[in-house]
Protein backbone atom coordinates (compact mmCIF):
# COMPACT_ATOMS: atom_id res chain seq x y z
CA UNK A 1 0.00 0.00 0.00
CA UNK A 2 1.03 3.47 -0.88
CA UNK A 3 1.20 6.11 1.45
CA UNK A 4 -1.27 8.12 -0.75
CA UNK A 5 -3.41 5.22 -0.26
CA UNK A 6 -2.98 5.25 3.46
CA UNK A 7 -4.07 8.60 3.54
CA UNK A 8 -7.25 8.63 1.56
CA UNK A 9 -8.04 5.62 3.63
CA UNK A 10 -7.26 7.85 6.56
CA UNK A 11 -9.43 10.29 5.33
CA UNK A 12 -11.85 8.39 4.57
CA UNK A 13 -12.53 7.03 8.21
CA UNK A 14 -12.06 10.79 9.38
CA UNK A 15 -15.28 11.95 7.30
CA UNK A 16 -17.72 8.87 7.83
CA UNK A 17 -16.62 8.68 11.82
CA UNK A 18 -18.74 11.22 14.00
CA UNK A 19 -17.23 14.89 14.39
CA UNK A 20 -14.72 14.95 16.84
CA UNK A 21 -12.98 12.26 15.93
CA UNK A 22 -9.46 11.23 16.83
CA UNK A 23 -8.58 9.45 13.71
CA UNK A 24 -5.38 10.69 12.94
CA UNK A 25 -5.86 12.80 9.45
CA UNK A 26 -2.74 10.94 7.59
CA UNK A 27 -0.08 8.87 7.49
CA UNK A 28 2.32 11.01 8.89
CA UNK A 29 0.02 11.48 12.04
CA UNK A 30 -0.74 8.42 12.19
CA UNK A 31 3.24 7.12 12.66
CA UNK A 32 3.63 9.59 15.47
CA UNK A 33 0.74 8.68 17.11
CA UNK A 34 2.20 5.29 17.31
CA UNK A 35 5.98 6.37 18.14
CA UNK A 36 4.70 8.18 20.38
CA UNK A 37 2.79 5.16 22.23
CA UNK A 38 6.08 3.31 22.09
CA UNK A 39 4.95 1.39 19.27
CA UNK A 40 7.89 3.03 16.68
CA UNK A 41 10.48 1.69 14.51
CA UNK A 42 13.88 2.12 13.17
CA UNK A 43 15.29 1.53 9.62
CA UNK A 44 18.86 -0.22 9.86
CA UNK A 45 20.75 -0.54 6.16
CA UNK A 46 22.09 -3.66 5.67
CA UNK A 47 24.81 -4.80 3.21
CA UNK A 48 23.50 -6.20 0.17
CA UNK A 49 24.78 -9.73 0.67
CA UNK A 50 24.35 -10.08 4.42
CA UNK A 51 28.24 -9.21 5.93
CA UNK A 52 26.70 -6.71 8.21
CA UNK A 53 24.52 -4.08 9.30
CA UNK A 54 25.37 -0.37 8.66
CA UNK A 55 24.76 -0.11 12.47
CA UNK A 56 26.18 1.35 15.71
CA UNK A 57 29.95 1.77 15.10
CA UNK A 58 29.45 0.95 11.36
CA UNK A 59 26.54 3.27 10.91
CA UNK A 60 28.30 6.04 8.99
CA UNK A 61 30.77 3.64 6.70
CA UNK A 62 28.92 3.80 3.63
CA UNK A 63 30.92 0.85 2.56
CA UNK A 64 30.54 -3.02 4.02
CA UNK A 65 33.31 -3.30 6.43
CA UNK A 66 33.31 -7.09 6.30
CA UNK A 67 33.37 -7.63 1.33
CA UNK A 68 33.74 -3.44 1.07
CA UNK A 69 30.30 -3.06 -1.15
CA UNK A 70 28.52 -0.07 -1.34
CA UNK A 71 25.60 0.71 0.99
CA UNK A 72 23.87 3.37 -1.13
CA UNK A 73 22.68 2.95 -4.99
CA UNK A 74 22.33 6.25 -7.00
CA UNK A 75 19.79 7.13 -8.93
CA UNK A 76 21.34 8.43 -11.91
CA UNK A 77 21.34 12.03 -12.46
CA UNK A 78 19.58 12.66 -9.39
CA UNK A 79 21.37 13.56 -6.13
CA UNK A 80 19.40 11.20 -4.30
CA UNK A 81 20.65 8.00 -2.92
CA UNK A 82 18.86 4.87 -1.87
CA UNK A 83 20.35 1.87 0.50
CA UNK A 84 20.28 -1.05 -1.35
CA UNK A 85 19.08 -3.51 1.20
CA UNK A 86 17.61 -2.02 4.58
CA UNK A 87 15.84 -3.88 7.74
CA UNK A 88 13.23 -2.57 10.06
CA UNK A 89 13.96 -2.66 13.78
CA UNK A 90 11.22 -2.73 16.38
CA UNK A 91 12.84 -1.93 19.95
CA UNK A 92 11.50 -4.73 22.46
CA UNK A 93 12.19 -2.64 25.57
CA UNK A 94 8.66 -0.19 24.92
CA UNK A 95 6.33 -3.25 24.01
CA UNK A 96 7.41 -4.89 27.38
CA UNK A 97 6.30 -2.27 28.95
CA UNK A 98 3.09 -1.85 27.17
CA UNK A 99 2.22 -4.95 28.43
CA UNK A 100 2.81 -4.38 32.54
CA UNK A 101 1.05 -1.09 32.06
CA UNK A 102 -2.63 -2.63 31.87
CA UNK A 103 -3.23 -4.56 35.01
CA UNK A 104 -5.41 -7.30 32.86
CA UNK A 105 -2.21 -8.15 30.82
CA UNK A 106 -0.04 -7.05 33.35
CA UNK A 107 -1.54 -10.67 35.11
CA UNK A 108 -0.95 -12.31 32.23
CA UNK A 109 2.26 -11.78 32.75
CA UNK A 110 2.29 -13.55 35.93
CA UNK A 111 -0.01 -16.33 35.08
CA UNK A 112 3.31 -18.91 34.93
CA UNK A 113 3.94 -18.57 38.42
CA UNK A 114 0.37 -17.55 39.73
CA UNK A 115 -2.18 -19.36 38.68
CA UNK A 116 -0.56 -22.26 36.35
CA UNK A 117 -1.35 -25.59 37.41
CA UNK A 118 1.33 -28.12 37.05
CA UNK A 119 0.32 -31.36 36.27
CA UNK A 120 2.67 -34.61 36.77
CA UNK A 121 3.69 -36.11 34.18
CA UNK A 122 2.19 -33.75 31.26
CA UNK A 123 3.13 -31.44 29.12
CA UNK A 124 0.98 -28.49 28.55
CA UNK A 125 2.93 -25.81 28.53
CA UNK A 126 6.80 -24.93 28.26
CA UNK A 127 7.04 -24.16 31.91
CA UNK A 128 6.47 -28.05 32.31
CA UNK A 129 9.74 -28.61 30.25
CA UNK A 130 12.96 -30.19 31.64
CA UNK A 131 14.66 -26.78 30.01
CA UNK A 132 12.41 -24.33 31.63
CA UNK A 133 12.81 -25.56 35.08
CA UNK A 134 16.54 -25.91 34.19
CA UNK A 135 16.72 -22.39 33.56
CA UNK A 136 14.83 -21.71 37.08
CA UNK A 137 17.19 -24.10 38.69
CA UNK A 138 19.96 -22.46 37.81
CA UNK A 139 18.48 -18.84 38.13
CA UNK A 140 16.49 -18.88 41.07
CA UNK A 141 16.79 -15.04 41.88
CA UNK A 142 15.41 -14.99 38.23
CA UNK A 143 12.81 -17.79 38.85
CA UNK A 144 11.31 -15.64 42.25
CA UNK A 145 10.01 -12.81 40.77
CA UNK A 146 6.87 -13.97 38.66
CA UNK A 147 7.59 -10.60 36.55
CA UNK A 148 10.50 -11.73 35.12
CA UNK A 149 9.64 -12.41 31.34
CA UNK A 150 10.48 -15.59 29.16
CA UNK A 151 10.80 -15.57 25.68
CA UNK A 152 10.43 -17.82 22.62
CA UNK A 153 12.60 -16.71 19.33
CA UNK A 154 10.83 -17.81 16.27
CA UNK A 155 11.48 -17.14 12.42
CA UNK A 156 10.59 -18.57 9.17
CA UNK A 157 10.00 -17.21 5.82
CA UNK A 158 6.89 -15.60 3.68
CA UNK A 159 6.62 -14.29 0.46
CA UNK A 160 5.00 -11.07 1.08
CA UNK A 161 3.53 -10.80 -2.44
CA UNK A 162 2.19 -14.13 -3.18
CA UNK A 163 1.97 -15.65 -6.33
CA UNK A 164 3.50 -12.74 -8.24
CA UNK A 165 6.94 -14.07 -7.28
CA UNK A 166 7.88 -17.79 -6.09
CA UNK A 167 11.09 -17.08 -4.56
CA UNK A 168 11.30 -13.75 -2.62
CA UNK A 169 10.85 -14.40 0.85
CA UNK A 170 11.01 -12.13 3.74
CA UNK A 171 11.87 -13.32 7.32
CA UNK A 172 9.86 -11.98 10.62
CA UNK A 173 11.06 -12.51 13.54
CA UNK A 174 8.37 -13.23 15.94
CA UNK A 175 8.90 -13.00 20.19
CA UNK A 176 6.39 -14.81 22.02
CA UNK A 177 5.75 -14.36 25.47
CA UNK A 178 5.60 -17.41 27.26
CA UNK A 179 4.33 -16.09 30.58
CA UNK A 180 1.30 -16.10 29.49
CA UNK A 181 -1.20 -19.43 28.90
CA UNK A 182 -0.97 -20.93 26.13
CA UNK A 183 -4.64 -19.77 24.72
CA UNK A 184 -3.00 -16.47 25.16
CA UNK A 185 0.61 -16.12 24.08
CA UNK A 186 -0.38 -17.87 20.69
CA UNK A 187 -2.63 -15.49 19.44
CA UNK A 188 -1.07 -13.09 17.15
CA UNK A 189 -2.11 -9.39 19.42
CA UNK A 190 0.37 -11.08 22.03
CA UNK A 191 3.13 -11.85 19.04
CA UNK A 192 5.70 -9.50 18.87
CA UNK A 193 8.06 -8.74 15.71
CA UNK A 194 11.38 -7.07 16.64
CA UNK A 195 12.36 -7.31 13.10
CA UNK A 196 11.81 -8.08 9.74
CA UNK A 197 14.44 -9.11 7.69
CA UNK A 198 14.32 -8.33 3.94
CA UNK A 199 14.59 -10.47 0.53
CA UNK A 200 14.34 -11.31 -1.85
CA UNK A 201 16.62 -14.88 -0.72
CA UNK A 202 16.80 -16.07 2.95
CA UNK A 203 18.83 -15.03 5.28
CA UNK A 204 19.99 -18.34 5.94
CA UNK A 205 22.99 -18.87 8.19
CA UNK A 206 23.45 -14.67 8.22
CA UNK A 207 20.49 -14.71 10.25
CA UNK A 208 22.67 -13.48 13.07
CA UNK A 209 23.62 -10.05 11.57
CA UNK A 210 20.31 -9.19 11.37
CA UNK A 211 19.86 -10.31 15.10
CA UNK A 212 22.34 -8.05 16.28
CA UNK A 213 20.25 -5.16 17.57
CA UNK A 214 17.97 -7.48 19.39
CA UNK A 215 20.73 -9.65 20.97
CA UNK A 216 22.21 -6.17 22.25
CA UNK A 217 18.79 -5.34 23.60
CA UNK A 218 18.62 -8.46 24.94
CA UNK A 219 21.72 -8.72 26.80
CA UNK A 220 20.74 -5.00 28.22
CA UNK A 221 17.83 -6.49 29.52
CA UNK A 222 19.29 -9.80 30.53
CA UNK A 223 16.52 -11.71 30.69
CA UNK A 224 18.20 -14.75 30.06
CA UNK A 225 16.44 -16.20 26.59
CA UNK A 226 16.47 -19.67 26.53
CA UNK A 227 16.10 -20.96 22.71
CA UNK A 228 16.51 -23.82 20.00
CA UNK A 229 18.07 -21.80 17.71
CA UNK A 230 21.56 -23.70 17.93
CA UNK A 231 23.11 -22.62 14.35
CA UNK A 232 22.87 -26.51 13.47
CA UNK A 233 21.55 -26.49 10.20
CA UNK A 234 18.13 -28.42 9.83
CA UNK A 235 19.07 -29.83 6.77
CA UNK A 236 20.74 -33.05 5.45
CA UNK A 237 21.43 -36.89 7.48
CA UNK A 238 22.26 -35.10 10.80
CA UNK A 239 19.78 -32.43 11.30
CA UNK A 240 18.23 -33.01 14.48
CA UNK A 241 19.48 -30.24 17.15
CA UNK A 242 19.22 -32.21 20.02
CA UNK A 243 20.98 -35.74 18.91
CA UNK A 244 23.72 -33.89 16.51
CA UNK A 245 26.39 -36.41 15.99
CA UNK A 246 24.12 -39.06 16.50
CA UNK A 247 20.63 -38.33 14.13
CA UNK A 248 19.94 -41.28 12.81
CA UNK A 249 18.60 -40.69 8.95
CA UNK A 250 17.75 -42.13 5.88
CA UNK A 251 16.97 -41.68 2.61
CA UNK A 252 13.49 -42.88 1.24
CA UNK A 253 12.87 -42.06 -2.30
CA UNK A 254 13.74 -38.21 -2.59
CA UNK A 255 13.37 -37.08 1.10
CA UNK A 256 16.16 -37.70 3.96
CA UNK A 257 13.50 -39.08 7.05
CA UNK A 258 14.70 -39.04 10.31
CA UNK A 259 14.20 -42.52 12.19
CA UNK A 260 15.35 -44.78 15.59
CA UNK A 261 13.35 -42.80 17.69
CA UNK A 262 12.40 -45.79 19.48
CA UNK A 263 16.01 -45.90 21.20
CA UNK A 264 14.53 -43.29 23.30
CA UNK A 265 12.05 -45.64 25.00
CA UNK A 266 13.20 -47.23 28.27
CA UNK A 267 15.02 -50.45 27.87
CA UNK A 268 12.29 -52.84 28.68
CA UNK A 269 9.90 -50.70 26.43
CA UNK A 270 7.94 -53.53 24.22
CA UNK A 271 8.35 -51.48 21.23
CA UNK A 272 11.84 -52.03 21.00
CA UNK A 273 11.66 -55.71 20.12
CA UNK A 274 8.64 -55.32 18.22
CA UNK A 275 9.50 -55.57 14.13
CA UNK A 276 6.91 -53.48 12.81
CA UNK A 277 8.81 -50.41 12.48
CA UNK A 278 12.08 -51.43 10.19
CA UNK A 279 11.97 -54.91 10.77
CA UNK A 280 14.56 -54.86 13.30
CA UNK A 281 14.55 -54.69 17.15
CA UNK A 282 16.31 -51.84 18.66
CA UNK A 283 19.02 -52.47 20.77
CA UNK A 284 20.94 -48.89 21.00
CA UNK A 285 20.45 -46.42 24.06
CA UNK A 286 19.42 -43.43 23.85
CA UNK A 287 22.12 -41.03 23.00
CA UNK A 288 23.76 -38.58 25.10
CA UNK A 289 22.03 -35.43 26.02
CA UNK A 290 24.65 -32.30 24.87
CA UNK A 291 24.48 -29.21 27.88
CA UNK A 292 24.35 -25.98 26.75
CA UNK A 293 27.88 -25.74 28.05
CA UNK A 294 29.12 -29.06 26.37
CA UNK A 295 28.21 -27.61 22.67
CA UNK A 296 29.34 -24.23 23.70
CA UNK A 297 33.16 -25.20 24.40
CA UNK A 298 32.86 -27.66 21.19
CA UNK A 299 31.86 -24.65 19.40
CA UNK A 300 34.35 -22.39 20.36
CA UNK A 301 37.10 -24.57 19.41
CA UNK A 302 35.54 -24.99 15.68
CA UNK A 303 35.00 -21.24 15.44
CA UNK A 304 38.08 -20.34 14.05
CA UNK A 305 36.68 -23.05 10.45
CA UNK A 306 33.26 -20.83 10.07
CA UNK A 307 33.42 -18.28 7.35
CA UNK A 308 32.01 -14.80 7.74
CA UNK A 309 31.93 -13.39 4.41
CA UNK A 310 28.12 -13.26 4.08
CA UNK A 311 26.94 -14.05 0.38
CA UNK A 312 29.31 -12.34 -1.63
CA UNK A 313 30.01 -14.12 -4.88
CA UNK A 314 33.49 -13.45 -4.69
CA UNK A 315 33.32 -15.80 -1.78
CA UNK A 316 35.00 -19.71 -2.77
CA UNK A 317 33.68 -22.68 -1.76
CA UNK A 318 35.00 -24.55 1.16
CA UNK A 319 34.78 -28.14 1.67
CA UNK A 320 33.37 -28.83 5.20
CA UNK A 321 35.64 -31.32 7.58
CA UNK A 322 33.59 -34.15 9.50
CA UNK A 323 34.33 -32.28 12.54
CA UNK A 324 32.14 -29.61 11.58
CA UNK A 325 28.83 -32.10 11.49
CA UNK A 326 25.91 -29.75 10.87
CA UNK A 327 27.47 -26.46 12.21
CA UNK A 328 27.92 -23.20 10.17
CA UNK A 329 28.31 -20.73 12.46
CA UNK A 330 28.23 -19.85 16.26
CA UNK A 331 24.90 -18.79 16.48
CA UNK A 332 24.63 -15.57 18.06
CA UNK A 333 22.38 -16.63 20.73
CA UNK A 334 25.15 -18.10 22.32
CA UNK A 335 26.34 -14.68 23.44
CA UNK A 336 23.68 -14.77 25.68
CA UNK A 337 24.34 -18.11 27.18
CA UNK A 338 28.11 -17.09 27.59
CA UNK A 339 26.74 -14.09 29.58
CA UNK A 340 25.14 -16.32 32.12
CA UNK A 341 27.27 -18.41 32.48
CA UNK A 342 29.99 -14.97 33.54
ZN1 LIG B 1 29.25 -7.19 2.73
ZN1 LIG C 1 16.93 -35.86 17.74
Not at 126 to 153: E, G, H, V
Not at 241 to 263: A, Q
Request: hydrophobic share 35%; aromatic share 12%; net charge positive.
Amino acid sequence: MTDKTMNMILQLMKDVLPKDNLVPSSFYWARKLLSGIGLGYKKIDACRYDCALFWKENEHDNFCPVCNEPQWKYNDGKEKRIPIKSMWYFPLKPRLHRLFMSSKTASDMRWHAEKRIDVEGSLSHPADSIAWKDFDKQYPDFARDPRNIRLDLATDGFNPFGNMSTSYSMWPIILIPYNMPLYKCMKDEFFMMPLLIPGPLAPGKDIDVYLRPLIDELKELWNGVETNLLGWTTKGYSACPCCLYETDSKRIRSKICYMGHRRYLDNDHPFRKSKLFDGKPETRSKPREWTGEEVLLHLNNLEHKFDKLGKNPSKRKRKRDIEEGNWVKKCILFELLELSYN
